[in-house]
């Protein structure tokens, strides 16, 4: 658990990177490059066995805000907080995990991309959203359209973004940081390139 609310959590930095881990000797490396680059916000998705081990050890790495991503279910919720996430992110809501992870107290950023999404999320008292997946759910028109209504939901753009479009979502106002998986690229984990990749999307500027 943190202190931490999510507005904090995604107000930390401009992208948080969304980690498919294979093997739990690859956490705490891949942390240490990744908060040395200065992303300190880490979204470890639960799609590999290895998931929520490698999201445990990555907590013992200085700085590093570890959170859960791809949470699915109240079961899978559960297992994260236990594993120690310090926030969860799901790529959709649905009334059960909804209610599951407001009763739990743990920051959450739920999956939106709609209107009816959005409003269930602020029927559960939440504002702060990812809107997922960005790219192909009508993208910046879309999200644009969507803030209208909602003039005090803020999110977190996922799903299709990269280093080149990465600044056209954080210039707008409603988007607090981006996430993005081209930070960790899939196969060997090599730290300094992934730190490189990290330094190179933290300088990424908001407006």
Same mark, same amino acid.
């Given at each position: 658990?943190?202190?931490?609310?999510?507005?904090?959590?995604? =107000?930390?930095?401009?992208? !948080?990177?969304?980690?498919?881990?294979?093997?739990?000797?690859? %956490?705490?490396?891949?942390?240490?490059? &990744?908060?040395?680059?200065?992303?300190?916000?880490?979204?470890?998705?639960?799609?590999?066995?290895?998931?929520? +081990?490698?999201l445990t050890a990555?907590?013992?790495v200085k700085g %590093?805000?570890?959170?859960?991503?791809?949470?699915? +279910?109240?079961?899978?919720?559960?297992?994260? !907080?236990?594993?120690?996430?310090? #926030?969860?992110?799901?790529?959709?809501?649905?009334?059960?995990?909804?209610?599951?992870?407001?009763?739990?107290?743990?920051?959450?950023?739920?999956?939106?991309?709609?209107?009816? +999404?959005?409003?269930?999320?602020?029927?559960?008292? &939440?504002? =702060?959203?990812? #809107? #997922?997946?960005?790219?192909?759910?009508?993208?910046?028109?879309?999200?644009?359209?969507?803030?209208?209504? #909602?003039?005090?939901? =803020?999110?977190?753009?996922?799903?299709?973004?990269?280093?080149?479009?990465?600044?056209?979502?954080?210039?707008?106002?409603?988007?607090?940081?981006?996430?993005?998986?081209?930070?960790?690229?899939?196969?060997? /984990?090599d730290p300094a390139?992934?730190?490189? /990749?990290?330094?190179?999307?933290? %300088?990424?500027?908001?407006?």
């Amino acid at each position: 658990m943190t202190d931490k609310s999510i507005d904090q959590i995604m =107000r930390l930095a401009p992208v !948080i990177p969304v980690i498919v881990i294979d093997r739990v000797e690859d %956490a705490v490396p891949m942390a240490e490059a &990744l908060v040395a680059g200065g992303l300190p916000v880490l979204e470890v998705t639960l799609r590999t066995p290895a998931a929520l +081990d490698a999201l445990t050890a990555m907590k013992a790495v200085k700085g %590093a805000v570890v959170g859960a991503g791809t949470v699915l +279910d109240p079961a899978m919720l559960n297992s994260a !907080i236990h594993a120690g996430a310090e #926030f969860i992110v799901s790529p959709g809501l649905t009334d059960t995990l909804g209610k599951a992870a407001v009763a739990s107290g743990i920051p959450f950023l739920p999956g939106t991309a709609n209107a009816g +999404d959005i409003m269930r999320g602020m029927d559960l008292g &939440l504002s =702060r959203f990812k #809107f #997922f997946p960005a790219a192909t759910s009508g993208g910046i028109p879309a999200l644009k359209a969507l803030v209208g209504p #909602f003039g005090s939901a =803020r999110f977190c753009p996922t799903g299709g973004i990269t280093p080149a479009t990465a600044p056209e979502w954080l210039a707008l106002d409603a988007v607090l940081c981006v996430g993005g998986s081209w930070v960790v690229p899939s196969g060997p /984990l090599d730290p300094a390139k992934v730190e490189a /990749l990290a330094r190179e999307a933290a %300088a990424l500027k908001l407006g």
